[in-house]
C-alpha cells in the first residue's frame, strides 16, 4: 500500500470522526459543490453553486442561489424571509417528510462518523506497527474490513439524501413558494453520492 493512500485514508478518517461530535453547537450540512460532495461539522451555511442544506437548531435550512432562507420545523412550519407561508394539510405532511429524511442525514451521518473513528484508530495502529515491522502491504488488509462498514454507512447517508430530494421535488411542484429550493439536491447528487461509496 502506498504511502499516498494511507495519508488519504487518514485523511477521511479524521473527517468522518468529527461528525461524531454531539455538541449543541455543531451543525451538519451537507454541501454540493458541482463534482463533490461533503459531509461536515459546521456552524454556519456555506455559499456554493447548487446551494446547502443545514441540519441543527431543530430545524432545517435550505439555502438556493438568488433565493433568501427557507427553514423547516419538525412540525412543517416553513419559514422564508422569516415570515410563515402558508400552508395545506397536504403540504405540512410533505415538510413534516422533508424535515425528518433530512435530520436522518444527520443521525446517519454521526453513525458514519462513528465508523469512521474506528476506521482511523485501526489505521494509527496499523500504520505504526506495520511501518516499524516493515510490512506496509499489509496496512490496508488490516482496515478493510472496518472501512466496508464506513461504506456501508455512509450509503444509508445516500438514502436519506434521496429521501430528501423526492419530498423536495413533490413540494415545489405543489408549493409555489418552495419552488426556488427544488433543485437544491439533484438526482445527479443523489447518484454520485451512491457512486462515491461503491467506489
Same mark, same amino acid.
Given at each position: 500500500?502506498?504511502? &499516498?493512500?494511507?495519508?488519504?485514508?487518514?485523511? =477521511?478518517?479524521?473527517?468522518?470522526?468529527?461528525?461524531?461530535?454531539?455538541? +449543541?453547537?455543531?451543525?451538519?450540512?451537507? /454541501?454540493?459543490? !458541482?463534482?463533490?460532495?461533503?459531509?461536515?461539522?459546521? $456552524?454556519?451555511?456555506?455559499?456554493?453553486?447548487?446551494?446547502?442544506?443545514? =441540519? $441543527?437548531? !431543530?430545524?432545517?435550512?435550505?439555502?438556493?442561489?438568488?433565493?433568501?432562507?427557507? /427553514?423547516?420545523?419538525?412540525?412543517?412550519? =416553513?419559514?422564508?424571509?422569516?415570515?410563515?407561508? &402558508?400552508?395545506?394539510?397536504?403540504?405540512?405532511?410533505?415538510?413534516?417528510?422533508?424535515?425528518?429524511?433530512?435530520?436522518?442525514?444527520?443521525?446517519? $451521518? /454521526?453513525?458514519? !462518523?462513528?465508523?469512521?473513528?474506528?476506521?482511523?484508530?485501526?489505521?494509527?495502529?496499523?500504520? &505504526?506497527?506495520?511501518? +516499524?515491522? $516493515?510490512?506496509?502491504?499489509?496496512?490496508?488488509?488490516?482496515?478493510?474490513?472496518?472501512?466496508?462498514?464506513?461504506?456501508?454507512?455512509?450509503?444509508?447517508?445516500?438514502?436519506?439524501? !434521496?429521501?430528501?430530494?423526492?419530498?423536495?421535488?413533490?413540494?415545489?411542484?405543489?408549493?409555489? &413558494?418552495?419552488?426556488?429550493?427544488?433543485?437544491?439536491?439533484?438526482?445527479?447528487?443523489?447518484?454520485?453520492?451512491?457512486?462515491?461509496?461503491?467506489?
Amino acid at each position: 500500500m502506498k504511502h &499516498a493512500t494511507v495519508c488519504s485514508t487518514l485523511a =477521511l478518517c479524521s473527517l468522518l470522526a468529527a461528525c461524531g461530535d454531539h455538541s +449543541a453547537d455543531r451543525s451538519i450540512t451537507f /454541501i454540493h459543490s !458541482g463534482d463533490h460532495h461533503l459531509l461536515s461539522v459546521t $456552524g454556519s451555511v456555506n455559499d456554493m453553486a447548487h446551494g446547502s442544506i443545514r =441540519l $441543527g437548531d !431543530g430545524q432545517v435550512t435550505i439555502r438556493a442561489q438568488d433565493a433568501p432562507d427557507a /427553514i423547516i420545523t419538525a412540525e412543517g412550519d =416553513l419559514r422564508i424571509r422569516e415570515q410563515a407561508v &402558508a400552508v395545506d394539510p397536504a403540504e405540512r405532511a410533505l415538510l413534516k417528510a422533508y424535515y425528518t429524511s433530512a435530520m436522518m442525514i444527520r443521525t446517519d $451521518g /454521526i453513525a458514519t !462518523g462513528k465508523a469512521g473513528a474506528e476506521v482511523g484508530e485501526q489505521a494509527v495502529k496499523s500504520v &505504526a506497527t506495520r511501518l +516499524a515491522n $516493515g510490512d506496509p502491504d499489509q496496512i490496508e488488509h488490516d482496515i478493510d474490513a472496518k472501512t466496508k462498514l464506513v461504506k456501508e454507512a455512509a450509503m444509508k447517508i445516500c438514502l436519506d439524501l !434521496g429521501n430528501t430530494m423526492s419530498s423536495q421535488h413533490q413540494l415545489a411542484a405543489t408549493l409555489p &413558494a418552495f419552488k426556488p429550493y427544488g433543485n437544491v439536491i439533484s438526482p445527479s447528487d443523489v447518484s454520485d453520492c451512491s457512486k462515491d461509496q461503491n467506489d
